[in-house]
């Protein structure tokens, strides 16, 4: 797929932005990952030239951290703490009901691009554990009962509704 | 003309501030940490402004955003003051109530107050609820006090007093050997002393040195990092410019987990202020010392907590550590001598500063000095943020503090140092917590996480967990620690799923030594602290699972069966409507499980009111 110029041009500002520092590296890719919500092959090659990082050192540090992921995702980030605090009080059992509700596995996005599971290890909220939140919205003492309740409120109010 | 220059100066607008401010005014604090913002705080905030400006009150009343108070448990937390009164689980809808019956009339709403649990009493100040009663909070007293984003709060309670004296007043040597004298260790993970970090740094030759601030907390179930870098950032900076004064070093960084977005938001706010009241940037305090820190958002990767791959991960690549025999001291960030610390390590060092090392030297135990901060969650009634000075029985933090365990249930261990620790049984609850006990137990301090376990906890499943976070985070340098983890972790799943072998055990123990021994970087060398302290105190549970093909705690999926106890179930139909694969049968009055069908997700014993369903 070729990407317009105009895409390019959003790329090259982030990378000038940081005076073109081979160190920036990581900073970039974050806000290439924050704007396009994945990395996208053409810019990672785009990032590698114009910082004159080999590939296989942007490729190495795309799939190292887990901040950074190389497929595009849904509209609604769904993460499910499987943190030790999360994770005894029953948090696993709550991502396998996630992953029955939306028919796909930790990591995946629905087909439609909706919503994209992922588990990560505490949010530093623990004391509300088991903790689900989707976008900024945090859903506390989750139960796998309580999964199909609240993707319904997300697909209906969206991440931002107040109680 | 804001800048600060003279300690005079810094005195003058503290004595200001506190004049400007009366003491018997009313004012409203909201606690807006990550625990009580995910119930809603920030609207409970915002409706108090508006509120109070809707009401038309003669007199006014402040209203503050505070940060994390670490008793998230009862959120949203608010204190009333002056007179300090503490309100819990605070909704939208009891906001005018607040403002019309406390605030204008001085009453107090009773269902608002904190219930203690053991004796069913209500607490009408914060410092009176038991959770806080027991506790010594030194590094953690002023969270929930100040407004974060607001440098002047911090001034007004003392701040940057440390750093004017320790600028004008006190040399390197002097600094630093206050530092040694009061016994601090870090509190990030192994407790090595920080003032013996601090000299050694100080004397590499090198013009150009770094200091870093250590806030990756990758302990997945510890938040006091996060705690404090939400709620009082500028005590870490005052303790990070201190530091690099002492050391040397013009340029700061401080490296955060981007899972922690207020936090991040936090400092830097609070960096910017001090840029401008002068306590970052040239010439501070009039000296001809210069310093500036910058913020570097993590990736998402326990390892880059360890002090070499961090330093890596800085630099824009891969984080992977490096051998030991390398001291980050001597040659860290770009080659050039570098002294890392925990933030909480940092945060201590303005108040040893303030108010001496003898002073910090009489808390604690022998060896371990000042307080210890525990995450303290799980399976227990309290869970929060715990100060205490090290030395403190597990059992005053579980039972006096934490109030015991969740629904009367029986206490099975405790686990500290994270991923790198171990779990401790009852027949030690009576241990001192401190560096050198914790270790002995065949745990660690680590970065404070302290996770209670109670009877229905597995500890084989605990272990198998353990290991899949490390054999996940292991960044694969080295083969002990890559492939070592990985089989450790087949063997266990192996047990967890009837498939273990008598010797299982023994070969489990011995590559767990192996691993222990020959791994590059503390990852893999504490790596299998958990295998082995469940080996050492629950040798039984591994054993049952094996011979007995039996998960006692009813955790391990394919040990278990679900099955319904006819005289309970009143055939309500509950559980049937929610099972995911319609595996109950509702044929007779009451209802069956088909184990063929069953997943063993548990909704229905989520759903049953009366206790029908059990696990066997
Ligand atoms: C795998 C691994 C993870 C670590 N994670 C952290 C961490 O998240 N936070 C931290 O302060 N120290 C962590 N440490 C310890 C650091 O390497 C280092 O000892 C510490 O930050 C030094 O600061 P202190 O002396 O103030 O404790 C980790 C160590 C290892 C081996
Ligand atoms: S363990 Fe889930 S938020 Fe900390």
Known sequence: ?163 | MKKIRTPQGLEALQNSLLQRRDSNKSCVRVCIGTGCRARGSVVVAEAFRNEIKKQNLEIPIDTKQTGCHGFCESGPVIVIGPREIFYQRVKLRDVPEIVSKTLLNGEIIDRLLYVDPTTGQKVLYEHEVPFYEKQRRQILANNGRIDPTDILDYIAVGGYQALAKAITTMSCDEIIGTVEKSGLRGLGGAGFPTGRKWRVCHKVPGDVKFVIGNGDEGDPGAFSDRSLMEANPHSILEGMIIGAYAIGANQGYLYVRAEYPLALKHLQIAIDQAREYGFLGSKIFSSGFDFDIKIIQGGGAFVCGESSALVASIEGKVGEPRAKYIHTVERGLWNEPTNLNNVKTWASVPLIINNGADWYAKIGTEKSKGTAIFSLVGKVNNTGLVEVPMGTQLKEIIYDIGGGILEGKKFKAVQTGGPSGGCIPEELLDLSVDFERLTEAGSMMGSGGMIVMDEDTCMVDVARYFLDFLQYESCGKCVPCREGIKRMLEIVTNIAAGRGKKEDMDLLQELAETIKDFSLCGLGKTAPNTVLSTLRYFREEYETHVRDKKCPAGICKDLIEYFILEDKCTGCGACLKLCPQQAIDAYGLTHTIDPAKCIKCGICRDACSFEAIMVK
């Open chain 1, 1 to 163: 797929m070729a990407e317009s110029d105009h895409e390019y041009s959003k790329v090259d500002k982030i990378i000038e932005s940081y005076s073109c520092e081979k160190s920036a590296l990581i900073a970039v890719l974050q806000e290439i990952e924050n704007s396009y919500g994945y990395l996208p092959a053409w810019a990672l090659r785009h990032v590698s030239e114009k910082l004159k990082v080999p590939m296989i050192q942007v490729y190495g540090v795309a799939s190292f951290y887990d901040a950074f992921h190389l497929t595009p995702r849904g509209k609604h980030l769904i993460r499910v703490c499987l943190g030790t605090a999360c994770y005894l009080r029953g948090s696993a059992r709550v991502l396998e009901g996630l992953e029955r509700e939306l028919g796909i596995k930790d990591g995946e996005t629905t087909r439609d691009l909706t919503f994209s599971l992922q588990s990560v290890r505490c949010l530093g909220a623990c004391a509300l554990a088991p903790v689900m939140v989707v976008g900024e919205r945090y859903f506390d003492k989750m139960t796998p009962t309580k999964v199909r309740g609240a993707l319904k409120r997300v697909r209906v109010y969206g991440e931002n509704e107040k109680d």
